[in-house]
């Protein structure tokens, strides 16, 4: 591939809903650049972007894909997102190196809530973005519904720059609304212009009052004329189109088919016409050595750094880290350096990815996006840099899973070879997370969504060779004592020569404190006890609390006294000692009024103000209490409460079902409190009868 300079280079993310046609419409660019002969179908399986066993079974992206379209003298490094919630940390990883956006809608399905959340992290990076509607083929499409809510929605900013023309049922053509011409495609795929149709000259005079009315609101001096009744001229307009568009002022409309490869063309033509290069934008990181800001802006006549925004990992094609250089320019056998690990690797070959072919480029420019292979110790969101010059950029923050599952390896023996293959996983996916949760014998993994797991769960097998089963977590519950209880306990035994022989008197009592497990004292006098066996009776209580008798659960917040005992000269030690406490434990703590804690979290769910009365409903249904609802800054309500860990089971689900979707949710582990004894005696109930069929078997 050619080596384009920074001014040549536009990156821009597709961004939009689950099934809006973001995939295709990649497929329709790449085909009228000339990249493809034909084009492919997500139904055949034989997309560019779309390559993953995953994506092709499943028939929807996965991850994101960058796809180079060559556009006349031009490189579009295109980053194809999937739209589906569980995959949002593609998303984040892609908009934090694009440079401009297309959120892409379809035109019969309208404005849905992935198009929001698309315009929303816009917003956040403050991306110029236009918006694409596609579908226009099919009859029930409504662009210009789309544009009365898009203006709804976001105000005068959104500018309509074409109409869409249809005969028969048929999409034939489009009007241009800056020239107020006609034009119509032809067999061979050329236009030809012809007269604006009567039936169109009502909406072409709404949407070019809206153009206008757009182009106005960009300056005092433009809004005065536009109030006087003059009109634009068409430079006039298409340079405050340049300007507004690429500072986000402006957010253009457009309209196309992708199936019919219709409307591309000009959307290609606009992209190079108004969405700002790299050069347009700025990037600062910091100087490690020096502690400065280095304003990086893209500038190739800088020392070289680029951020790793992605990072591929395949058993076939091997590791590719995804990077923007964000000054300088890189060439093959360079020697970056990568401040966060400490260490320097040579880059080999450069490449840049299409889809997941790399192939193979001498330079990168400024702004450009490319790939490395084989970097060992980089991983997403590093640095890299020179030694002498070691540049930090601050690292994309990516959502935090909240949603996890139990798993279990199918075959025993696996162990090893899944934890290998989930390493490798989460270096390409920053929202995968395994925790080993050894206190209540689980392993645990972490996703975005019931959806995110299944995956997971269908690329080990795939990919990886390996099989697991997801099952429900087990809840981390405690035991605890909420009275006093006087006890004895002797431990003693006879068999020949030595015997064993071990008595305590003890008191147990809640300590109040529930962060730790027991608190030890002893107030022996005379010596009933001698000191030496002080240290066993401590052991006895410390190997009794891993365990409670209740239900096997951990202990918290109890206090052991030993007051009184007796021993033998000669039969007493450690070892009877420590056996003689743990039996006064376990019958003191089922005399001191026993009790089973569960884990409470703090909740914050975030949703428009409509959803509101369900999820209150709902929390309240979990055993939730709400503590208080605020607005937030994008115009969504944040609803906060306290709720029993083991009622977030299938929150995710439910969530997403009860807001279309427009419903996230975090939480964080606060306390523990008695549960209720429904809850209680069904967890006793079935971990009696677990530990039952654990020692039968």
């Given at each position: 591939?050619?080596?384009?300079?920074?001014?040549?280079?536009?990156?821009?993310?597709?961004?939009?809903?689950?099934?809006?046609?973001?995939?295709?419409?990649?497929?329709?660019?790449?085909?009228?650049?000339?990249?493809?002969?034909?084009?492919?179908?997500?139904?055949?399986?034989?997309?560019?972007?779309?390559?993953?066993?995953?994506?092709?079974?499943?028939?929807?992206?996965?991850?994101?894909?960058?796809?180079?379209?060559?556009?006349?003298?031009?490189?579009?490094?295109?980053?194809?997102?999937?739209?589906?919630?569980?995959?949002?940390?593609?998303?984040?990883?892609?908009?934090?190196?694009?440079?401009?956006?297309?959120?892409?809608?379809?035109?019969?399905?309208?404005?849905?809530?992935?198009?929001?959340?698309?315009?929303?992290?816009?917003?956040?990076?403050?991306?110029?973005?236009?918006?694409?509607?596609?579908?226009?083929?099919i009859?029930?499409?409504?662009?210009?519904?789309?544009?009365?809510?898009?203006?709804?929605?976001?105000?005068?900013?959104?500018?309509?720059?074409?109409?869409?023309v249809?005969?028969?049922?048929?999409?034939?053509?489009?009007?241009?609304?800056?020239?107020?011409?006609?034009?119509?495609?032809?067999?061979?795929?050329?236009?030809?212009?012809?007269?604006?149709?009567?039936?169109?000259?009502?909406?072409?005079?709404?949407?070019?009052?809206?153009?206008?009315?757009?182009?106005?609101?960009?300056?005092?001096?433009?809004?005065?004329?536009y109030?006087?009744?003059?009109?634009?001229?068409?430079?006039?307009?298409?340079?405050?189109?340049?300007?507004?568009?690429?500072?986000?002022?402006?957010?253009p409309?457009?309209?196309?088919?992708?199936?019919?490869?219709?409307?591309?063309?000009?959307?290609?033509?606009?992209?190079?016409?108004?969405?700002?290069?790299?050069?347009?934008?700025?990037?600062?990181?910091?100087?490690?050595?020096?502690?400065e800001?280095f304003?990086?802006?893209?500038?190739?006549a800088?020392?070289?750094?680029?951020?790793?925004?992605?990072?591929?990992?395949?058993?076939?094609?091997?590791?590719?880290?995804?990077?923007?250089?964000?000054?300088?320019?890189?060439?093959?056998?360079?020697?970056?350096?990568?401040?966060?690990?400490?260490?320097?690797?040579?880059?080999?070959k450069?490449y840049?990815m299409?889809?997941?072919?790399?192939?193979?480029?001498?330079e990168?420019?400024?702004?450009?996006?490319?790939?490395?292979?084989?970097?060992?110790?980089?991983?997403?969101?590093?640095?890299?840099s020179?030694?002498?010059?070691?540049?930090?950029?601050?690292?994309?923050?990516?959502?935090?899973?909240?949603?996890y599952?139990r798993?279990?390896?199918?075959?025993?023996?696996?162990?090893?070879?899944?934890?290998?293959?989930?390493?490798?996983?989460?270096?390409?996916?920053?929202?995968?997370?395994?925790?080993?949760?050894?206190?209540?014998?689980?392993?645990l993994?972490?996703?975005?969504?019931?959806?995110?797991?299944?995956?997971v769960?269908?690329?080990?097998?795939?990919?990886?060779?390996?099989?697991?089963e997801?099952?429900?977590?087990?809840?981390?519950?405690?035991?605890?004592?909420?009275?006093?209880?006087?006890?004895?306990?002797?431990?003693?035994?006879?068999?020949g020569?030595?015997?064993?022989?071990?008595?305590?008197?003890?008191?147990?009592?809640p300590?109040?404190?529930?962060?730790?497990?027991?608190?030890?004292d002893?107030?022996?006098?005379?010596?009933?006890?001698?000191?030496?066996?002080?240290?066993?009776?401590?052991?006895?209580?410390?190997?009794?609390?891993?365990?409670?008798?209740?239900?096997?659960?951990?202990?918290?917040?109890?206090?052991?006294?030993?007051?009184?005992?007796?021993?033998?000269?000669?039969?007493?030690?450690?070892?009877?000692?420590?056996?003689?406490?743990?039996?006064?434990?376990?019958?003191?703590?089922?005399?001191?009024?026993?009790?089973?804690?569960?884990?409470?979290?703090?909740?914050?769910?975030?949703?428009?103000?409509?959803?509101?009365?369900?999820?209150?409903?709902?929390?309240n249904?979990?055993?939730?209490?709400?503590?208080?609802?605020?607005?937030?800054?994008?115009?969504?309500?944040?609803?906060?409460?306290?709720?029993?860990?083991?009622?977030?089971f299938?929150?995710?689900?439910n969530?997403?079902?009860?807001?279309?979707?427009?419903?996230?949710?975090?939480?964080?582990?606060v306390?523990?409190?008695?549960?209720?004894e429904?809850?209680?005696?069904?967890?006793?109930e079935?971990?009696?009868?677990?530990?039952?069929?654990?020692?039968?078997?």
């Open positions: 591939m050619n080596v384009y300079t920074t001014d040549k280079i536009r990156n821009v993310v597709l961004l939009g809903h689950g099934g809006c046609g973001k995939t295709s419409l990649v497929e329709a660019m790449a085909y009228l650049s000339g990249m493809t002969t034909r084009m492919g179908k997500i139904s055949d399986g034989n997309t560019i972007s779309d390559y993953d066993k995953e994506e092709i079974k499943r028939q929807f992206s996965i991850t994101t894909s960058m796809v180079p379209i060559i556009w006349g003298e031009h490189k579009i490094n295109i980053l194809d997102t999937p739209g589906y919630f569980d995959f949002v940390g593609e998303v984040e990883e892609a908009v934090s190196v694009a440079d401009a956006a297309i959120i892409v809608v379809s035109g019969k399905a309208g404005i849905q809530v992935g198009t929001k959340k698309a315009w929303e992290i816009c917003e956040k990076y403050k991306l110029p973005r236009m918006v694409f509607v596609t579908d226009m083929d009859d029930e499409a409504s662009y210009r519904q789309v544009v009365a809510d898009l203006q709804e929605l976001y105000g005068k900013k959104i500018a309509p720059f074409h109409l869409p249809r005969e028969n049922g048929q999409f034939v053509g489009y009007v241009n609304v800056l020239q107020q011409r006609a034009k119509r495609w032809k067999e061979d795929g050329t236009v030809e212009k012809f007269e604006v149709p009567e039936y169109s000259k009502e909406n072409l005079n709404l949407c070019r009052d809206a153009l206008m009315e757009a182009v106005a609101e960009t300056s005092e001096e433009l809004m005065e004329r109030f006087n009744g003059e009109e634009f001229s068409e430079d006039e307009i298409r340079q405050a189109l340049r300007v507004n568009v690429s500072d986000g002022s402006i957010v409309v457009l309209m196309g088919s992708n199936i019919l490869a219709r409307g591309v063309y000009t959307l290609l033509v606009d992209i190079v016409k108004y969405l700002p290069s790299p050069e347009k934008r700025s990037c600062t990181g910091i100087n490690a050595k020096t502690n800001v304003a990086a802006d893209y500038d190739f800088k020392a070289k750094s680029a951020y790793v925004f992605k990072t591929i990992v395949d058993p076939f094609i091997g590791k590719y880290s995804l990077i923007k250089v964000n000054s300088g320019v890189l060439k093959s056998d360079d020697v970056l350096y990568n401040y966060h690990k400490d260490v320097e690797e040579k880059i080999g450069l840049v299409r889809g997941n072919k790399a192939e193979e480029v001498k990168l420019h400024a702004g450009d996006l490319g790939a490395l292979a084989k970097l060992g110790s980089v991983m997403t969101t590093d640095s890299l020179t030694k002498n010059n070691p540049i930090v950029y601050i690292r994309t923050s990516i959502s935090t899973p909240y949603t599952m798993y279990k390896a199918v075959k025993k023996g696996d162990e090893d070879k899944i934890s290998q293959a989930l390493q490798k996983m989460m270096q390409e996916d920053l929202t995968l997370k395994h925790v080993n949760d050894s206190e209540n014998g689980q392993t993994l972490y996703g975005m969504g019931d959806q995110h797991l299944e995956i769960v269908s690329k080990l097998l795939e990919k990886y060779k390996v099989e697991v997801l099952k429900r977590p087990k809840i981390a519950f405690r035991e605890t004592i909420r009275k006093k209880a006087d006890v004895e306990s002797k431990y003693k035994k006879q068999s020569g030595h015997g064993q022989y071990g008595h305590v008197k003890m008191t147990f009592e300590s109040g404190n529930l962060e730790e497990a027991y608190e030890f002893q107030v022996v006098v005379g010596g009933a006890v001698p000191k030496n066996f002080f240290p066993a009776v401590e052991k006895g209580i410390q190997e009794s609390v891993l365990s409670g008798p209740l239900a096997a659960y951990p202990v918290v917040g109890v206090k052991a006294v030993l007051y009184d005992g007796s021993y033998h000269p000669v039969d007493s030690s450690e070892l009877a000692f420590k056996m003689a406490t743990r039996q006064a434990f376990k019958k003191g703590f089922l005399e001191a009024s026993p009790v089973l804690l569960e884990p409470i979290a703090n909740l914050k769910v975030t949703v428009p103000d409509s959803y509101t009365g369900d999820i209150m409903g709902d929390l249904k979990r055993r939730g209490r709400v503590l208080g609802m605020n607005p937030d800054n994008n115009g969504y309500q944040v609803i906060e409460a306290d709720i029993p860990m083991m009622e977030l299938g929150y995710n689900t969530l997403r079902s009860m807001t279309g979707g427009s419903g996230v949710y975090s939480y964080e582990f306390r523990y409190e008695q549960a209720p429904d809850v209680a005696k069904k967890e006793i079935a971990r009696a009868s677990k530990l039952t069929t654990e020692e039968d078997s």
